[in-house]
């Protein structure tokens, strides 16, 4: 393999282990300083700091003019590390994406050229106006972390994320993303409409200059490797981790869902739980964080029947009943 994005840092085992209060610190501090640029949202904000905590992948879907593109860019100027901006659209080629190689006269060979996927956070704009198979060449680089192109795999630097907006499937112009897509964000959130106090203070701070200008780096890319990291070791015991099976599972054999969660959703909504766990000051995850991870990891991943869809039920109201129903284990941690 080859690595395009920079010279890799040695292990990040040679440096002192990160504790729990350095990853809420952090943590806070992303939190702070992107509130200052998207108002009255800290929901949508920590579930996006839970998403890059847990090295997922995020997607911001709701209709235009509400932030979705101000959320990403945020996110990502809090951390000093390389940043791209893609717009999706239809005549976006896959080669835009993942680079091409090119002949060069000089040196009588080919030479790669990077795609916008080289960056450590990549912002997907609009992602569904971009054709299917544009769309598709995300699919090797959100779950291998690597770009094959013309025979020949490049790695990409960690941290590596994904955060794409996209407007509802019903606006003009727009492609439904394939399932294996969706599957590759561990997370969906919407924006929604700002209060009407948040929307006055957006008035007030937007119209002295955009907040973004001001907004400094916090930390950095081998800062939130190594958090990551930490997070990763967090305990989940078998109960906890039989609690997530048995949910993801029973989402398979209902006959509300036309189409269940898979197995990788099992394996994220156990590390988004791991990060809020992170963020909550605690060593091991309880059966609380996940149940409050269920609408974002799984809500997207899932397909109503066809029954639930004529009586116009939220995917997240179906969800919520089936961990209702669902037997909660009594001891989240074993000794």
Same mark, same amino acid.
Do not use: W
């Given at each position: 393999? *080859?690595?395009?994005?920079?010279?890799?840092?040695?292990?990040?085992?040679?440096?002192?282990?990160?504790?729990?209060?350095? /990853?809420?610190?952090?943590?806070?501090?992303?939190?702070?300083?992107?509130?200052?640029?998207?108002?009255?949202?800290?929901?949508?904000?920590?579930?996006?700091?839970?998403?890059?905590?847990?090295?997922?992948?995020?997607?911001?879907?709701? /209709?235009?003019?509400?932030?979705?593109?101000?959320?990403?860019?945020?996110?990502?100027?809090?951390?000093?590390?390389?940043?791209?901006?893609?717009?999706?659209?239809?005549?976006?080629?896959?080669?835009?994406?993942?680079? /091409? $190689?090119?002949?060069?006269?000089?040196?009588?060979?080919?030479?790669?050229?990077?795609?916008?996927?080289?960056?450590?956070?990549?912002?997907?704009?609009?992602?569904?106006?971009?054709?299917?198979?544009?769309?598709?060449?995300?699919?090797?680089?959100?779950?291998?972390?690597?770009?094959?192109?013309?025979?020949?795999?490049?790695?990409?630097?960690?941290?590596?994320?994904?955060?794409?907006?996209?407007?509802?499937?019903?606006?003009?112009?727009?492609?439904?993303?394939?399932?294996?897509? %969706?599957?590759?964000?561990?997370?969906?959130?919407?924006?929604?409409?700002?209060?009407? %106090?948040?929307?006055?203070?957006? =008035?007030?701070? *937007?119209?002295?200059?955009?907040?973004?200008?001001?907004?400094?780096?916090?930390?950095?890319?081998?800062?939130?490797?190594?958090?990551?990291? %930490?997070?990763?070791?967090?305990?989940?015991?078998?109960?906890?981790?039989?609690?997530?099976?048995? @949910?993801?599972?029973?989402?398979?054999?209902?006959?509300?869902?036309?189409?269940?969660?898979?197995?990788?959703?099992?394996?994220?909504?156990? #590390?988004?739980?791991?990060?809020?766990?992170? =963020?909550?000051?605690?060593?091991?995850?309880?059966?609380?964080?996940?149940?409050?991870?269920?609408?974002? /990891? @799984?809500?997207?991943?899932?397909?109503?029947? $066809?029954?639930?869809?004529?009586?116009? #039920?939220?995917?997240?109201?179906?969800?919520?009943?089936?961990v209702a129903h669902l037997r909660v284990p009594t001891a989240s941690r074993s000794q």
């Amino acid at each position: 393999m *080859h690595s395009f994005a920079g010279e890799r840092p040695g292990p990040s085992s040679q440096l002192p282990p990160i504790g729990l209060d350095e /990853v809420r610190e952090v943590a806070a501090a992303i939190h702070q300083g992107v509130s200052c640029v998207i108002e009255g949202k800290p929901e949508v904000i920590r579930t996006a700091v839970i998403v890059l905590l847990a090295q997922g992948h995020l997607l911001i879907e709701d /209709v235009p003019g509400v932030g979705k593109t101000m959320l990403a860019k945020a996110l990502s100027r809090s951390i000093d590390c390389r940043m791209r901006r893609v717009q999706f659209t239809p005549d976006l080629l896959p080669s835009d994406i993942t680079g /091409v $190689s090119v002949f060069n006269q000089d040196s009588h060979g080919f030479e790669f050229r990077r795609g916008a996927i080289f960056a450590n956070i990549v912002v997907g704009d609009e992602i569904n106006r971009a054709s299917p198979k544009t769309q598709s060449a995300l699919l090797e680089c959100m779950q291998e972390s690597q770009v094959t192109v013309d025979g020949t795999t490049y790695e990409l630097d960690q941290p590596f994320m994904v955060m794409a907006t996209q407007n509802p499937i019903e606006m003009e112009g727009t492609f439904p993303l394939p399932e294996a897509q %969706r599957d590759r964000f561990m997370a969906r959130i919407s924006m929604g409409y700002p209060t009407p %106090r948040s929307e006055i203070a957006m =008035l007030e701070t *937007h119209g002295q200059g955009h907040p973004l200008d001001d907004l400094q780096p916090v930390t950095d890319a081998a800062t939130i490797r190594r958090l990551a990291e %930490r997070v990763s070791t967090l305990y989940a015991s078998p109960a906890l981790r039989q609690y997530i099976v048995d @949910l993801v599972t029973t989402t398979r054999s209902s006959p509300a869902l036309r189409l269940g969660a898979s197995p990788r959703a099992a394996l994220q909504l156990l #590390r988004a739980s791991q990060a809020l766990a992170a =963020l909550e000051g605690r060593d091991h995850v309880i059966p609380e964080d996940v149940q409050q991870l269920v609408g974002p /990891v @799984l809500a997207h991943r899932v397909i109503l029947s $066809s029954d639930v869809q004529h009586l116009h #039920r939220r995917t997240e109201d179906v969800l919520g009943e089936l961990v209702a129903h669902l037997r909660v284990p009594t001891a989240s941690r074993s000794q």
